[in-house]
């Protein structure tokens, strides 16, 4: 649906708004994470067709007109495994985030003066 | 006349979300806006088996499963946090 | 002030290039030919019902074994930054109420039950090794929660993850032995459509990866929570 | 009707993503951000997409929002020390 | 049946409805919690049985009664935990409350246990 | 003993949930019955907490009378929380109040407690070793015995039987 789509896009353009203009890194991962559902969402409604259903086969949609009354079930194959990718990354993302405040004491990434040039 | 029935109350369940939502921005503190995702979490659970209802699709109800499960290991997650017992 | 500046003509440089995606394609009205393949065919040749579950654990089932390999260097990654020597002070945790532990105990076997339900109907209802695997690692977070003194076993830990992943390749080359190519399910008879035992080869292979990705999960979650500082 | 489910539910989550970016506590932050995904499982379910929903619920509102509590928990904890 | 269901629904919507009403007008967050958990735990419990009156031939009736089990074992827990934790972290009761018995409790305690530091370091 | 007793139980309820989880069909079945045994199995090392509950036939009646006041006291505090809402002057008296229970099985006592929180006005806050701290939206009685008999008692004469 097309709305969905926008909305979408709305989320992704919020997201990346987040992570530039925010100062603190587990801010920047929240961001991170908009942009990620937002693009999930994109997907997933890209895949859909209208007055269609799920693509999984029971009494209600039989193996015959199964053509006819499906959506696309590729996007959302993919968007699973991005999902569970998206978990791992942000942890990964996180883990960073705890060694930096060991290291340094803080969050800000104003803080961390030695790689600006 | 049945089915508006069921129309007005999945709308009345969306003004419930909304309400809940407006108590999650205005707070105060992260208590509250726990509190608040909690109430929104349970009304959700409803609308997933509305959506479930209305696409006539059995199968749906599973996520509304997943939901009351999963919504219990986050809200204790997040009251352990506040009483600093993580 | 010049970053401000910057960030807002980025971000309306993105919403430019996005803008076409919204007002210039029309939905489609018709599956595209790949899928038109998996929709048609796909029942009938591997005979799962759900057919996101026969695209990622079969069609595209490389991709699938790429993705549980990126989730495992993540977990080795996190336990690789958190790891700590030495020093590991007593821990300082408050205990949880009594009403919340016994309630715990009651509702684990049902949190668990319901995963493995997740990760057995993976080619009937909408779930699946991924989704059955959150579901346990979250019980297993909730014993965490619960109880100060639980501990995980880390050793039984690996050995399930590994156990499980060289199960899942091992599988994957029986398919070349056996079937048409790597990680075809067709190792198994089929079995009639709609039932729990049917789709050859795929209520086993999600439930390597659902034992697989909970253990990883955990893992995560192990190395983000012991050692307090 | 399912139309007037999206517009509620995608404005709320487009409040939810402002909010969540400009807040200034951060665990509030994270449960903001536990709401967009909580909302786009609605939204995945409207888009005849269940297997997506699910996964957005188990991990998207579920773990997520509980890897970021214990991440703020040590960053909580390594405060105090210093 | 279904008219019998639809007016089952209406009534958890409305209840529903009115646990976000409390949520938003109660004056702190022990009151917050009392409207939040009983009403949805009413109102979830109705909207779905009204459901599963309605259209029991397409979504089940088994399935729709162990989410009802599910959410009233969890809810209460659920919140329990969330009480404790806010009485623990210190929120403040509303200015009409009449009585503390728990933080009196608690301070009898810790002046009965000072020195031991265990309460500090937390 | 109590782990014995403890073992079957949770095997019946999880087999029960498994069969409604599930269409009809015998390959389901002993899919259940593996997964069940198996659930079991994995969970033998925690307490048994299911052991308190006595099998008796008047444990069993009192059970079915404790499901019918639990729905009632919900219908009723729900009705409660309607009024309190609706009511433009939000008539509310709200404090924390301590009462005791005499149930001494950790199960009973988590029952009770969540029983508690669905009926009017009340919401448990804190159990520390036989006493429930409980927030209460309109306190009627200050002391303990006039609180534990108002909030108690009602749902106790029940579980007393059921737990011990």
Redesign the interface.
């Known amino acids: 649906m097309t709305l969905i789509t926008i909305l979408g896009f709305i989320l992704i353009v919020i997201g990346i708004w987040g992570m530039l203009s925010q100062s603190n890194i587990i801010k920047i991962i929240i961001g991170f994470s908009i942009v990620d559902t937002g693009i999930h969402l994109v997907m997933v409604s890209i895949g859909y067709l209208k007055d269609r259903t799920a693509p999984i086969l029971d009494e209600a949609v039989g193996k015959a007109e199964a053509l006819a009354r499906v959506v696309d079930p590729v996007p959302s194959a993919l968007v699973l495994t991005a999902i569970v990718i998206g978990l791992a990354v942000t942890a990964l993302m996180l883990a960073y985030a705890v060694k930096l405040h060991e290291m340094k004491g803080s969050l800000d990434i104003h803080d961390l003066k030695e790689l600006k040039w | 006349m049945v089915n508006t029935l069921y129309t007005i109350a999945a709308m009345i369940g969306l003004a419930a979300l909304l309400l809940a939502f407006v108590r999650m921005i205005i707070g105060p503190g992260a208590a509250n806006r726990v509190v608040a995702l909690d109430v929104m979490t349970i009304v959700s659970i409803s609308l997933i088996v509305f959506l479930s209802a209305h696409f006539g699709r059995g199968i749906y109800l599973d996520i509304a499963l997943v939901y009351s499960l999963i919504s219990f290991v986050g809200v204790v997650a997040m009251a352990r946090y506040l009483e600093r017992g993580l | 002030m010049i970053k401000?500046y910057a960030?807002l003509l980025?971000?309306g440089a993105?919403?430019l290039m996005?803008l076409p995606?919204?007002t210039e394609v029309t939905?489609?009205?018709?599956?595209?030919p790949?899928?038109?393949k998996?929709?048609?065919d796909g029942?009938?040749e591997l005979g799962s019902?759900?057919?996101?579950?026969?695209?990622?654990v079969t069609y595209?089932g490389l991709?699938?074994l790429g993705?549980v390999a990126?989730?495992f260097i993540?977990?080795a990654?996190?336990g690789f930054?958190?790891r700590r020597k030495g020093d590991v002070k007593k821990s300082?945790?408050?205990?949880?109420?009594?009403?919340?532990r016994?309630?715990t105990?009651?509702?684990?076997?049902?949190?668990?039950?319901?995963g493995?339900?997740?990760f057995?109907?993976g080619h009937?209802?909408?779930?699946?090794g991924?989704?059955g695997g959150?579901?346990i690692?979250?019980?297993i977070?909730?014993l965490l929660?619960?109880d100060?003194s639980a501990k995980i076993n880390g050793t039984v830990l690996q050995w399930i993850e590994s156990l499980s992943g060289a199960v899942y390749v091992a599988l994957g080359v029986l398919g070349i032995v056996l079937a048409a190519g790597f990680l075809d399910n067709r190792i198994l008879p089929a079995g009639e459509?709609?039932?729990?035992?049917s789709a050859g080869a795929i209520p086993l292979i999600y439930s390597l990866i659902g034992l697989k990705?909970g253990a990883e999960?955990v893992g995560?979650?192990d190395?983000?929570?012991k050692d307090?500082? | 009707m399912i139309t007037v489910f999206i517009i509620v539910l995608g404005l709320v989550m487009i409040a939810a993503a402002v909010l969540a970016v400009q807040q200034k506590s951060l665990l509030s932050a994270v449960l903001l951000a536990g709401v967009i995904s909580l909302l786009a499982s609605i939204l995945y379910l409207v888009l005849a997409a269940p297997d997506v929903a699910m996964t957005e619920a188990a991990i998207g509102s579920g773990l997520t929002t509980i890897v970021f509590l214990f991440a703020l928990n040590k960053i909580r904890k390594q405060g105090k020390h210093d | 049946m279904e008219l019998a269901g639809a007016i089952v629904t209406l009534l958890g919507s409305l209840f529903l409805f009115l646990g976000a009403l409390g949520l938003f007008r109660m004056p702190d967050i022990y009151n917050r919690m009392q409207a939040g958990t009983k009403a949805t735990t009413m109102g979830t419990l109705l909207f779905i049985a009204g459901l599963a009156m309605g259209f029991h031939e397409t979504i089940g009736v088994s399935k729709v009664i162990i989410i009802i089990l599910f959410v009233i074992f969890t809810n209460p827990l659920s919140s329990h935990a969330l009480a404790r934790a806010a009485h623990k972290a210190g929120i403040p009761l509303a200015k009409e409350t009449v009585m503390d018995d728990l933080a009196a409790d608690e301070a009898k305690e810790d002046s009965a246990m000072k020195g031991t530091q265990e309460g500090e370091e937390l | 003993m109590k782990k014995i007793k403890h073992a079957i139980l949770s095997f019946l309820g999880l087999m029960l949930i498994w069969v409604m989880l599930t269409p009809p069909d015998m390959q389901e079945i002993v899919a259940g019955l593996i997964v069940s045994v198996l659930v079991v199995l994995l969970t033998l090392g925690m307490e048994p907490v299911l052991g308190d509950i006595r099998l008796t036939p008047k444990s069993l009646l009192y059970g079915v009378l404790y499901v019918l006041v639990f729905l009632r006291e919900l219908l009723v505090s729900n009705l409660d929380v309607a009024r309190r809402v609706i009511d433009p002057k939000l008539p509310i008296k709200p404090g924390i109040v301590k009462v005791r229970t005499k149930l001494q099985s950790r199960i009973g006592r988590t029952i009770l407690a969540n029983s508690i929180t669905l009926t009017p006005g009340t919401l448990t806050t804190e159990i520390r070793g036989d006493y429930l701290y409980i927030h209460w939206i309109e306190i009627r009685h200050e002391d303990l015995e006039g609180a534990t008999r108002d909030i108690v008692q009602k749902f106790e004469k029940y579980l007393e039987v059921i737990f011990g």
């Open positions: 401000k960030v980025l971000l993105f919403a996005l995606f919204v939905p489609f009205e018709e599956l595209s790949v899928a038109q998996y929709v048609k029942p009938d019902a759900n057919l996101v579950s026969s695209v990622i595209r991709d699938t993705e990126v989730l993540a977990a990654g996190v930054m958190l300082l945790r408050r205990e949880a109420s009594g009403i919340l016994s309630g105990v009651f509702l684990f076997p049902l949190v668990l039950l319901y493995i339900y997740i057995l109907h009937l209802t909408p779930g699946g991924f989704q959150v579901v690692a979250s019980g977070v909730l929660l619960a100060v459509f709609g039932r729990l035992l990705v999960l995560i979650i190395s983000m929570q307090e500082l």
